[in-house]
């Protein structure tokens, strides 16, 4: 990986002195506002941008502009190309009114000297579907990506339409549109595992793309298969100690913390730190693990530190804090600051709200009224409870699928509210469905919450007086609980005297005294 990243390191800087070379020729023979010096400002400008110097790339791009607009025009189509290649680096600095004014001016002169089909403006509508993506401003980034797939189809250039087909899914999954995310990403990848080959490296990121869509809709297995030969594909490409593959580990974290596998993500985040020792995404995942493993005042400390460094970094955080308010509604429940809770899951209700205005049922209103019926719960209000825990459910099947293991936990809080109710068979009714969503899969998925599940039905027949049965689930949800805990037990017994009870959240551990 040294080795390539030397090779395309010396490439770069190999074409800047040639680069530097021209300029110097073509200054001394031609004068210093030549538009050929256009030319050379616009070439060291991109290999700047690709080596992340800010600073050097946007003055590149200036000078290039200014010459080919003092010799060519202000409306000529050379000069468009460098309002572009300003409105990309105003872009990468966050000024997103400076970018959308260079870049809806080369839009406009492509447009009325070209035609509105013309292939070239379909990467205008990339950037400028990017810039409102970034901005937050989805439905106005979906319409550019709609219209840039048009032209693209139009003129038949299938890599402009992976591009815009990639960014189309990209919207869809934020929206919670699984299928019709799921569908673009298998488009992008078969054009670019046609065109560019199985092994390269965008058509192994698409790949991971299409197979997030498939995770979130309960294929796990197919996409933890696809998550493996993403991270091996990486480590081949770039090797074990790149910041490629450090990002690979990263990406499969997400997955295993997703499906309950906590330890394992913990291990693959520890892999990402090799290369990316203080980075905040990584700590986050780490963080929300620990809580979950019973770390919880560490993990409060960790996660706060993470979220104000995310807030420093970014102008449009609004889809990242849906994780941090998820913990935060988790970490109050725990501490029983239900006022907390509800503050936290009426912040996440307001991202989808004022994000996907065309969207009616999105995963953050579904946890939202998860975290309000849960924490109602606990208060005792029971009719605010049960309505918003049946909302909850309601949007998660039809966000999921009514089968789906990421319903699982929906139907979870649905059994504690019968339970509370004194209606073990209803209860059992929800349980069952949660049990055979985590039970679908080759191996048994977050099996911490399987054994909460396991649990809760032991209780059930607990209230029948059926000991029988309330042993064998509470066996089942020990040898769960001790796939993540090693220093705890259950309670299974009146040796629980003994021990104390702790109730994480549903996760009723035994720990000793």
């Not at 003129?155 to 995310?181: P, R, S, T, V």
């Not at 770390?295 to 990242?320: H, M, T």
């Not at 080759?442 to 039905?457: E, R, T, V």
Request: net charge negative.
């Amino acid at each position: 990986s040294d080795v390539y990243k030397r090779q395309e390191r010396s490439q770069y800087d190999k074409g800047l002195e040639l680069y530097k070379l021209a300029k110097q020729i073509r200054t001394k023979l031609l004068g210093e506002n030549h538009p050929l010096l256009g030319d050379v400002y616009s070439g060291m400008g991109w290999i700047f941008y690709r080596q992340n110097r800010a600073t050097e790339c946007y003055d590149a791009f200036s000078q290039c502009e200014q010459l080919y607009r003092n010799n060519y025009g202000e409306n000529s189509l050379i000069t468009a190309s460098a309002y572009y290649s300003v409105g990309v680096v105003q872009k990468w600095y966050r000024n997103y009114d400076q970018s959308e004014i260079y870049l809806k001016k080369c839009y406009d002169i492509k447009k009325a000297k070209l035609g509105e089909s013309h292939s070239e403006l379909s990467a205008c509508c990339v950037v400028l579907g990017n810039l409102k993506n970034d901005q937050g401003l989805y439905e106005e980034a979906r319409e550019f990506y709609q219209q840039g797939l048009k032209i693209s189809i139009e003129n038949k250039e299938e890599l402009d339409q992976a591009f815009n087909y990639y960014n189309l899914g990209d919207i869809h999954f934020k929206a919670c549109e699984y299928e019709a995310a799921i569908e673009n990403f298998e488009k992008v990848y078969q054009i670019r595992k046609r065109i560019l080959g199985e092994k390269d490296n965008l058509t192994l990121f698409t790949l991971k793309f299409w197979n997030d869509g498939k995770l979130k809709l309960g294929k796990i297995d197919e996409a933890l298969e696809a998550i493996d030969a993403f991270v091996d594909g990486q480590t081949q490409i770039f090797g074990d100690e790149s910041n490629s593959t450090a990002w690979a580990y990263w990406y499969r974290s997400q997955y295993y913390y997703e499906i309950g596998f906590y330890n394992e993500a913990i291990e693959d985040c520890k892999r990402s730190q090799k290369n990316l020792p203080t980075n905040t995404l990584v700590r986050t995942i780490i963080g929300k693990c620990d809580f979950q493993l019973g770390s919880e005042e560490a993990a409060f400390k960790e996660i706060e530190i993470c979220l104000q460094s995310r807030k420093g970094g970014f102008v449009n955080f609004d889809l990242e804090y849906a994780q941090y308010y998820i913990f935060y509604c988790e970490y109050y429940l725990l501490k029983k600051n239900y006022e907390k809770v509800h503050q936290y899951a009426s912040q996440l209700y307001e991202i989808p709200k004022n994000k996907f205005k065309w969207v009616q049922n999105h995963m953050m209103y579904a946890d939202s009224y998860l975290y309000h019926g849960l924490a109602f719960l606990e208060e005792n209000q029971i009719d605010n409870a049960r309505e918003n825990l049946e909302t909850a459910l309601a949007q998660a099947n039809k966000i999921f699928g009514e089968d789906s293991y990421s319903c699982s936990k929906y139907n979870y809080a649905m059994a504690k509210y019968y339970v509370s109710q004194n209606d073990p068979q209803l209860a059992r009714n929800y349980l069952d469905s949660a049990k055979f969503a985590l039970e679908s899969q080759s191996q048994i998925l977050n099996p911490q919450l399987y054994a909460d599940i396991l649990f809760l039905l032991g209780q059930t027949y607990l209230e029948e007086g059926d000991k029988v049965k309330y042993f064998e689930f509470c066996d089942g949800a020990l040898q769960n609980y001790q796939v993540q805990f090693k220093d705890c037990l259950l309670y299974t017994s009146d040796a629980a005297d003994d021990l104390l009870c702790v109730d994480l959240g549903g996760r009723r551990i035994i720990k000793k005294k």
